[in-house]
Each structure stands twice: as C-alpha cells, then as structure tokens.
C-alpha cells in the first residue's frame, strides 16, 4: 500500500525566454531561461489535504501543471499515486481529477446532468455505467433536484459545484483543486469548504491538493501547507507547526516572515519582484523587449 499520494524529488521546470532584436543579433546562440519550479521536494500523504499558499507568479500553477502531465519537467522528477509523471503519464491523467473555477469548459445551454454525461463519456462511461455515476456525484453534490436545468441558470455556487462533480467522474484518488472558492460570496465559500472537508476528504478518502489565494481558507481546511516563492518551497507544516514555530500569532504574519511580502486575499498587489517582473516581460533588447510567449507561471 502506498504511503505517499504524491511525491517529488527535486522537480524543477524552466521556460526559455524570448529575447529581443538587439540581443539577438549580439548573443545569437546564448540561451537564457528562468526557473518557475525549482528543487521542490514534497511528499503528500494519502488522504491528505495539502494546501499550497504564494504570492501570484510564485510557481503554484507551473507546479499543479507538472503534476497532473500538463507539462514535463525540466530536471527531477515526481510519481502521483506510485506512477511517475514523465514515465507513466496516461496512468497519472486516469488516477486523478482536477477541479477549477472555469464556467467556460462547460456547455451553458445543456442541462446539468447532460453536461456531466458528455464528461462521462470521456473517461469512458456510458448508458447505465454513466447514468449511475452521474447520478451518485449530483446527489453528492447536492444538485440532484436541479439536475435538468440548465446550467446558464444555475448561481455561482452551483457551477462551482458542478465543477466539483466533474472533477469526480473518474473516481480519482486525488484531486487538484485550483481556487474551489474564487469568485462566491463568503456564506457560499464556507459552504463549499465544508462540503470539501466533510464530502470529499472525509467520506470519499481523496488526496487533496488544494491551491488558494485564501489564508482562512488553507488555516480551515489543511492539514499542511507549503508556502511558494519565486518557484521555491519556503516551508511546510500543519497552520499550528507553522505559527508556533514563529511564535507568530497568525498565518499572515508566518507568510510575511518566509516571503518578504504582505498577503493580499484574492492575490497579491505588491511590485513585482526581479525575478516575476522578468517572467512577465523578458529580457528587455534595444529593440523591442523581449517576453514569454503567452505562459502562465
């Protein structure tokens, strides 16, 4: 039996950056790049839900995308659920779910039972395999009596919980979840953390790896957390070990004390750092500056 969900091992990953005209035509065959990931070292626990805090371009996103094979590493590597990512890629994809804020990846003008029955198909679930787990996720989710409109009419709320339901149409063993909350009012995201906890986690048995912008939202709901800055892991431990290590009376002051900078809930508005300002632009030429070719870090 497997004791880690997920596990990493120096995972780095780098993207090339564009240079402009002039540094072109004087460093034609110099290579620059940046690391979004660099040296992470995780180990996720079955069951577990691990959350994963920084400011905006601190490397959450690249990270998530390593892990579900959205992408490959540059260096190290990582194995979800005993597979290993670079090496048994199509494994991975069938043992996990991913859950994201996204209303655009679903069909507005299809039901909510038929939106997840197309998903269904997908993952390979047809007739009665795909009505009885669609099924079972709407009664899950509580959307069993609005299973048949549509979903343009559904609020915030529900789409989010569709989006939770989608996520669970393979029956993974762990999920992602990329900000559950953004976007509902707090009465609705208290209840969508509830839901998570007490559903997904507690009843279903699923590996959670949760990225928020949110520190009451990680305080509440994980049982560890990992700060990210600048594509490094500045520390790990329960929201307990993490501020009483400190002797810091909140998460916010324990995210200020590792990363320099103060959080902002929903993202952070501080300057960028050198290193975020040279993932947005590139290396600025005499001509025209270079960039990164529409990548989100």
Known sequence: MLEYSIETYDITKEFALQ???????????????????EKVNIKIGKGELFGILGPNGAGKTTLI?????LILPTEGTAYVNGYDVTEDSKKVRKSIGFITTDERSFYWR??????????????????????KRV???????????????KFLSYSTGMKQRMAIARGLLNDPEVVFMDEPTKGLDPRRAQNLRGFVKEQIVKEQGKTIFLSTHHLGEAEQLCDRIAIIDEGEIRVIGSPE????????????????????????????????????????????????????GGIKF
């Open 19 to 37: 240079k402009g005209f002039t540094e072109f035509l004087m460093h034609p065959f110099r290579k620059d790049e940046i690391a979004a990931v």
């Open 65 to 69: 995308k390593l892990l579900c094979t």
């Open 110 to 131: 299809l039901t909510g039972r038929q939106n997840l029955k197309f998903f269904a198909s997908l993952h390979n679930y047809f007739s009665d395999t795909a009505r």
């Open 135 to 149: 099924d079972e996720l709407l009664n899950i989710v509580g959307l069993k009596d609005r299973a048949d409109d």
């Open 241 to 292: 070990e993490l501020k009483s290590a400190l002797d810091k009376p909140t998460l916010e002051a324990v995210f200020l004390h590792y990363t320099g900078k103060e959080f902002e809930e929903g993202g952070q508005k501080q300057p960028y750092s050198e290193r975020r300002r040279v993932m947005r632009e590139g290396r600025r030429g005499g001509m025209g500056g270079g960039r990164i």
